[in-house]
């Protein structure tokens, strides 16, 4: 984009960091215009502009190709801010220097304020908690600036020049995960003194837009019963009237215990006739028979959802020659965890941006109503609409299902080196995807022991500590059914019926003690995760990753009662054929939420 920036808003420069949108969002959450543009940007196209936040990005400001800022940008005379690799570049740009840290800081983490005066922390305790994802710190200072906070592992978590008002900070101040996070922003914003800017309703705003890109075709709408995809649904009907939209619900063998039926109950009181419903789970079944690779699961499993959409246009007769598009429920965290903005890391491919997918983006044959929305705004537009409160805060569900909840191998795997632990533990025998410095880790999770099943602050502690010091781990563990470690046996397979239906009775158990402990709306997601070993010849291990979370781009693992977890592990011991049962302790980063 080489048009100049509208005068008075921030811009965030994007190196392709997992929060590039989120500082957006943030931004505009305090009154300012913002928009978001490439990190190579020229600095002439930012005139205008009333302040400049450089984001974080997976790279290292030494690696050939990485994110490099218009130097310009520091003689616009307006404020800058650099956030984790933004921060980095700030210092290398201007004669500081930057190395790979002693070690690697992520999640949680405190920092020491020692510029108490300083625009930013004006105010602010002196200590407290703050939410890192980096490899690479700033280890001497450019020429101006001074430290304005540090950490147990990065001396200079913060920098400034006041007088040229430019700020450096290595954690992420933009996550909620971050204590006065948006307090600092705010400060930082007041600086930029920006022009005013509101939203006076997400549904006109998003519905102008849409009647633009759709013109005069219709839409025929994938719909999971999901939070996203109910609200693209709503949205569509509403904006292009039912004549135009048809929904389709597929089954595809993997969702959730009687999900269908009560995704239909839902949509009657709220006048929706105008949705399809196929039962294509034994296509799905055939078509996952054997695949064993998280990303070839994934996108086998893209490619049917469209292979049956073809199916069943075909038989209503709906053909994109005729003027019909493809509509989904995408938002913003699918498209980056994808690698779908420039210098982003390939984190997962999510179903709805396979390759096929993206072919018809770039024909212009797909319409995503909610592509740069987040989760909490998404909610938001759902109560616009008038949308039960049920479905609007149903707990996030995988357009995928059960399919990317159910780890499949052909060996077990470990790794050949996992340092020091001073807790009883054991090393699963398989893999699962994290995110650490904004890039893609496929590592394993260690599991810790102990002669009762509750959670103590050691165990949460050693849930940040290791990812952090071994690299062989990107999860950590807490075993709820054993109190020390067995022999696992592992039993290879891929995705098959019988596995879901036992996947879904023990997610079935989580959903049933939520509500009947009254935390199902206090607990944002909570995924239930099936594992091909257990102590006996094909018995299954079942994980509980309960998390807090506003918008999926970090996470807290959610603390639960004791006599909770106590009644999910008794219960789900109680299907047969699962032998284990795990608990899940770890943030995000390092960890995604999701295991694929």
């Known amino acids: 984009m080489d048009t100049p920036v509208r005068s008075g808003s921030i811009v965030i420069l994007d190196s392709g960091g997992q929060y590039a949108h989120l500082i957006g969002n943030r931004v505009r959450r305090l009154g300012a215009f913002s928009e978001i543009r490439v990190a190579e940007t020229p600095a002439k196209d930012l005139k205008g502009a009333a302040g400049i936040i450089l984001s974080g990005g997976p790279q290292s400001v030494y690696d050939k190709g990485s994110p490099q800022m218009d130097n310009g940008i520091f003689d616009l005379g307006v404020p800058v801010l650099g956030i984790c690799y933004g921060h980095q570049w700030v210092a290398h740009a201007l004669g500081g220097e930057v190395k790979p840290g002693k070690k690697k800081e992520y999640g949680h983490a405190d920092i020491d304020v020692t510029e108490p005066g300083s625009p930013l922390f004006r105010g602010l305790p002196l200590r407290f908690g703050v939410w890192m994802s980096h490899g690479d710190e700033v280890v001497r200072l450019p020429e101006g600036f001074k430290r304005t906070a540090l950490s147990e592992t990065c001396r200079i978590a913060a920098m400034a020049d006041e007088e040229r008002k430019i700020f450096g900070v290595q954690f992420h101040l933009e996550v909620t995960h971050t204590q006065h996070g948006m307090e600092m922003l705010k400060r930082f914003v007041d600086l930029c003194v920006p022009a005013p800017w509101a939203i006076e309703s997400y549904a006109k705003h998003i519905g102008e837009a849409l009647r633009e890109e759709v013109k005069d075709r219709k839409v025929f709408m994938l719909v999971s019963g999901g939070v996203d995809s109910t609200v693209a649904f709503t949205l569509l009907n509403e904006v292009l009237g039912k004549e135009r939209v048809q929904g389709l619900l597929v089954d595809t063998g993997l969702m959730r215990k009687d999900e269908v039926k009560k995704i239909e109950e839902a949509f009657v009181p709220l006048g929706i006739t105008n949705l399809h419903i196929e039962d294509a789970s034994e296509e799905f079944f055939r078509n996952l028979d054997g695949v064993i690779d998280p990303e070839q699961k994934r996108n086998r499993i893209g490619i049917t959802f469209l292979e049956v959409q073809k199916d069943v246009s075909l038989k209503l007769g709906l053909k994109m020659e005729d003027g019909w598009m493809l509509g989904q429920g995408t938002i913003y965290p699918d498209t980056i965890e994808t690698g779908g903005t420039k210098h982003a890391d390939h984190i997962k491919t999510h179903h709805n941006r ?101 959670v103590s602050d050691v165990h949460r502690r050693m849930a940040t500590s290791i990812p952090n010091t071994v690299p062989a781990f990107n999860r950590v563990l807490r075993c709820t059914s054993h109190q020390a470690p067995p022999p696992f046996v592992f039993t290879p397979g891929s995705i098959t019926r019988e596995r879901a239906d036992l996947l879904r009775e023990a997610d079935n158990v989580v959903d049933e003690e939520l509500r009947r402990g009254g935390l199902y709306e206090t607990t944002w997601q909570f995924p239930v995760v099936l594992l091909p070993f257990g102590t006996k010849k094909g018995g299954q291990s079942v994980v509980l990753r309960p998390v807090e979370s506003q918008e999926a781009m970090t996470a807290n693992a959610a603390p639960l009662p004791d006599a909770l977890v106590d009644r999910m592990t008794d219960r789900i011991l109680g299907i047969p054929g699962i032998d284990m049962v795990f608990l899940d302790l770890t943030s995000k980063p390092p960890a995604t939420i999701e295991w694929e």
Request: hydrophobic share 40%; aromatic share 4%.
């Open 354 to 454: 396979v390759e096929a997918v993206a072919k018809m983006i770039e024909a212009g044959l797909v319409v995503e109503p909610l592509k740069d929305l987040y989760k909490d705004e998404v909610r938001k537009l759902g109560e616009e609409l008038g949308l039960p409160h049920d479905l609007v805060w149903r707990h996030p569900f995988p357009g995928p299902g059960l399919g990317v909840r159910i780890l499949c191998a052909e060996e077990e795997s470990l790794p050949e080196e996992i340092g020091t632990i001073d807790l009883p533990h054991a090393v699963l025998p398989v893999r699962s995807v994290g995110v650490q410095g904004d890039g893609r880790t496929y590592r394993h999770a260690v599991a810790l022991f102990a002669p009762d099943r509750h």
